[in-house]
């Protein structure tokens, strides 16, 4: 999709397949002070020496209580190791390593269909065995809870299951409060092992503890679990590579163990993380004030999405579009499934230069006030012409 939209001379075309925060007038960066203090982070971290297998000390830590709570019982009671990742990714790749080495109850994982393109990839290389279960429901453009129950109820006892923390990819739709509950009594109920993908914890609703609720009430069960965290959108260090994985365990010598297992894991795989990235966010995770300058930002930039979901809503309703729009303002976090299929899609690229994967999935944070009524006017054209 980048290289087409690249090789588009055309002054009006539009990238919304880009899964980077963009700003108002589309600059792929941080407002505001936070950019200072990012400045000031990477002007004190001057060490060159390698880190531990494990990663930054401070960073793991910190990392730990920001998606567990800092009053976390499984903190507390030292039943959590934590191992600096190498983002999101890397944090994947080496829980579902360490999972198939030493997970003895099922080589599988169940992952919600659809989900992020890299997951099945992920898993199947590290030697598990991938299966998929309803998520999405096309009709409603919604949560297909009940068919979300029935395939976890059928899933082999002890298998494991992929669960997005919030702000799913590539849907934007996340279950309720209420929803999540049935979702862990079943799990338990069953067996399974949850393992978070927690990739935009605070850009999804602007709040970072909100935004764990779904991860910290699998933990408060004194369950087991894994959460694999990226520092990528939430902190804008994309290129950084920030991430951290979490597992929670049933006593604090088997979190101890596992540690170890973990260390096997990774000093072949990569040997050590990079130092910057963890240092910036160390530094802003213990400092109160820069901890409080971030989460202005963070919230800044959620609103921003929201606003933008809002008025492409807007403008549709305002156009007469035919169909039910509101799943655009009732999803959340940086992507949208619009329902436009793949036809619908390529129209828009041709005669509008809009840019987009082809399942219709498109970047909030890639659209401005500028660009919604572009937006809107194609997606216009594309239903208009089909129906």
Known sequence: VTVAYNKDTSPNKLNLGVGAYRTEVNFAEWTGKFKL????????????????????ADFNKLSAKLILGADSPAIQDNRVTTVQCLS?????????????????EQK??????????????????????VKTYRYYDPATKGLDFQGLLEDLGAAPSGAIVLLHACAHNPTGVDPTLEQWEQIRQLIRSKQLLPFF??????????????????????????????????????MGLYGERVGALSIVCKAADVASRVESQLKLVIRPMYSNPPIHGASIVAAILKDSEMYRE????????????????????????ARGTPGDWSHIIKQIGMFTFTGLNSEQVAFMTKEYHIYMTSDGRISMAGLSSRTVPHLADAIHAAVTRST
Request: aromatic content about 10%.
């Open 108 to 129: 599988t994982i169940c992952i919600p269909n659809p989900t992020w393109g890299n997951h099945p990839k992920i898993f199947n290389l590290a030697g598990l065995s």
């Open 37 to 56: 203090i990012l400045a000031c982070v990477f002007g004190r971290s001057r060490v060159k020496e390698y880190l531990g297998i494990t990663g930054l």
């Open 88 to 104: 999101g990714t890397g944090s994947l790749r080496v829980g579902a390593e360490f999972l198939a080495r030493h997970y003895h």
């Open 294 to 317: 971030w989460t202005v930002e963070l919230k800044a930039m959620a609103d921003r999405i929201l606003s933008m979901r809002q008025q492409l809503f807007e403008a549709l309703s």
């Open 197 to 234: 993908d927690s990739a935009y914890q605070g850009f999804a609703s602007g709040s970072l503890d909100a935004d764990a609720e779904s991860v910290r009430m699998f933990v408060a069960d004194g369950g087991e679990c894994l959460a694999a965290q990226s520092y990528a959108k939430n």
